[in-house]
């Protein structure tokens, strides 16, 4: 009897720390350590986040209990680089705790118009929101509303601005745009007019990217003057021959950097003008096509955004949030790439 006694006055004096730590009874304590029931999930939470950060020796319960309901909201296109993500994504479910439920909300531009009635109040209670979506109002209003429902909100691929967003998983895309200026500057074959061409300034992304590129040009390349297109790509191979087509009727080019796709529409007017492989050229997202035209000498630089580290930061984030992964991720941006002639694969980056 007397060996038993200290064990259990330690036992009791612990049970009591964690109480006041955690603002609970010692009744509720028990009931949560020893997995009794009959406790809050909000008092179950506290009690063993108590006794994590007192590093009681035993092994704690798990707080959550049912299904964590996560959304994940991406344009609903055929672009090459949201293939990817989309992919990407679908590989990252597969290694998900089965308790986790993500659900793939594809989202027009009609339905990013009525994204507050598209998100609303869904059958399920939703614990997070990862959205890839243009920085507009109605975006904004929608996603703080989301927010004061106590849902957690992660951005993906583009930031938006003016909310209480979690974590913005995509990378730094000022400094991709710095890092296309840096490039051109350095491979450019002559002095001249560097072209900007913008995908979708209604996507802040892009916006990035052209004054990334801008201010590292004006900073450190004073042979070299910046033309960026009034004209935005909106990703068509059309609308990238006609800028280029027309920058070039202007005079000669140094230099193109593009921040969407269309590439086929540029690599079509270098080649009418006879200038295809005479202008560096910049672009974005490891795509089959891209490594033909870096491997034909006609663009110089590919900046890929690594869709499946942007995806695994996303949910790294918000599982943390939710309480389903314990280790706090890195809060950084997602790091891009750079592909040239030297390291392009030769396997497809996109499934036939």
């Not at 009681?56 to 707080?63: C, G, H, K, Q, S």
């Not at 969407?260 to 490891?286: D, N």
């Not at 491997?295 to 996303?314: K, L, N, R, T, W």
């Not at 790091?335 to 980056?349: G, K």
Request: one cysteine or more.
């Amino acid at each position: 009897m007397s060996e038993e006694t200290p064990r259990w006055r330690k036992r009791t004096a612990r049970f009591v720390e964690i109480a006041e730590l955690a603002g609970v009874s010692t009744t509720t304590v028990d009931r949560v350590l020893n997995e009794r029931g009959s406790v809050s999930a909000k008092a179950r939470e506290r009690v063993v986040a108590a006794a994590r950060q007192l590093a009681v020796p035993r092994v704690l319960p798990d707080t959550l209990h049912g299904l964590v309901h996560i959304d994940v909201l991406l344009p609903a296109n055929d672009l090459p680089f949201f293939n990817r993500l989309r992919e990407a994504l679908q590989r990252s479910m597969q290694m998900l705790d089965r308790r986790v439920v993500v659900h793939r909300v594809l989202l027009s531009a009609a339905d990013e118009a009525r994204l507050p009635q598209t998100l609303g109040r869904p059958r399920y209670r939703r614990a997070a929101l990862i959205v890839t979506a243009q920085d507009t109002p109605d975006v904004r209003t929608a996603l703080a509303a989301a927010i004061a429902r106590g849902e957690v909100v992660a951005t993906m691929v583009t930031d938006i601005g003016g909310i209480e967003r979690l974590h913005y998983a995509g990378i730094d895309n000022l400094r991709a745009g710095r890092t296309a200026g840096y490039f051109i500057g350095r491979l450019a074959r002559h002095p001249g007019r560097v072209l900007l061409l913008p995908g979708r300034l209604d996507y802040r992304a892009h916006v990035d990217r052209v004054e990334g590129c801008r201010a590292q040009l004006s900073e450190n390349f004073g042979h070299l003057t910046c033309e960026i297109s009034s004209m935005e790509s909106l990703d068509q191979d059309d609308r990238c021959y006609r800028v280029v087509s027309a920058a070039l009727k202007r005079g000669t080019l140094a230099g193109i950097y593009s921040t969407g796709y269309g590439s086929a529409g540029i690599e079509a007017a270098l080649r009418q003008a006879g200038l295809a492989g005479q202008v560096t050229w910049i672009g974005h997202e490891m795509l089959d096509v891209h490594r033909q035209y870096i491997e034909a000498g006609i663009m110089d630089i590919v900046i890929d955004q690594d869709p499946d580290g942007q995806v695994i930061s996303a949910l790294q984030h918000v599982l943390h949030a939710c309480g389903v992964v314990e280790a706090a991720p890195a809060n950084e941006p997602v790091e891009f790439r750079v592909f040239c002639s030297a390291n392009v694969r030769h396997s497809p980056y996109l499934r036939p």
